[in-house]
T-cell receptor
Framework: AQKITQTQPGMFVQEKEAVTLDCTYD???????LFWYKQPSSGEMIFLIY??????QNATEGRYSLNFQKARKSANLVISASQLGDSAMYFC???????????FGKGNQVVVIP | DTEVTQTPKHLVMGMTNKKSLKCEQH?????MYWYKQKAKKPPELMFV???????INESVPSRFSPECPNSSLLNLHLHALQPEDSALYLC????????????????FGPGTRLTVL
């Protein structure tokens, strides 16, 4: 069963605007972590932001924020003030406690246009 | 030093060749990973080493042979590959702190782009 769902098609975003990338997850483990990674065309996977299941507040890292709705099992990434360098694939991922595996979603392609 | 390095960056090999991919980290991480990634797809887990012991093998064909010589190094030996094995191979590492969920994000290397002719 798929644990992470990212269903949006490729997105075009105007420079300087905000974009929200959807991610829903499925787990029965009360303890888990959610991660977002960015992968530009060069290939490297860049860690962006983390949300723990027990964290009371939504995570923020610079222009990245995570809209964590635990009851709905969603962890949407918000990128504010998009820049051309934000053009990339974005992957949502989850790790459950005691598990070395990171379950990835299928990814969202984002293209920022000037 | 929060860097995972991988060599080579690009590799072209024939189906009868033997080659190796190398990965190195000096963050003291005790979990290291190999992933295979096709274009526009998420990374697929291949192997996990935990404390230099192979803990996960995701039913990977034996033409891929991992090796963890020490806590900083991870190799992937390749032999008799097929054209469909052409992909980006990513190495990652993660700190291991018992079973509790802490941030412990995986740090990824830049990858090796492998082409099998």
């Amino acid at each position: 069963a798929q644990k992470i769902t990212q269903t949006q098609p490729g997105m075009f975003v105007q420079e300087k605007e905000a974009v929200t990338l959807d991610c829903t997850y499925d787990t029965s483990d009360p303890s888990y972590g959610l991660f977002w990674y960015k992968q530009p065309s060069s290939g490297e996977m860049i860690f962006l932001i983390y949300q723990g299941s027990y964290d009371q507040q939504n995570a923020t890292e610079g222009r990245y924020s995570l809209n964590f709705q635990k009851a709905r099992k969603s962890a949407n990434l918000v990128i504010s003030a998009s820049q051309l360098g934000d053009s990339a694939m974005y992957f949502c991922a989850m790790r459950e406690s005691g598990n070395n595996r990171l379950a990835f979603g299928k990814g969202n392609q984002v293209v920022v246009i000037p | 030093d929060t860097e995972v390095t991988q060599t080579p960056k690009h590799l072209v090999m024939g189906m009868t060749n033997k080659k190796s991919l190398k990965c190195e980290q000096h963050m003291g991480h005790r979990a290291m990973y190999w992933y295979k990634q096709k274009a526009k797809k998420p990374p697929e887990l291949m192997f996990v080493y935990s404390y230099e012991k192979l803990s996960i093998n995701e039913s990977v064909p034996s033409r891929f042979s991992p090796e963890c010589p020490n806590s900083s190094l991870l190799n992937l030996h390749l032999h008799a590959l097929q054209p469909e094995d052409s992909a980006l191979y990513l190495c990652a590492s993660r700190g291991v702190e018992g079973d509790s969920i802490r941030r412990n994000e995986q740090f990824f290397g830049p990858g090796t782009r492998l082409t099998v002719l």
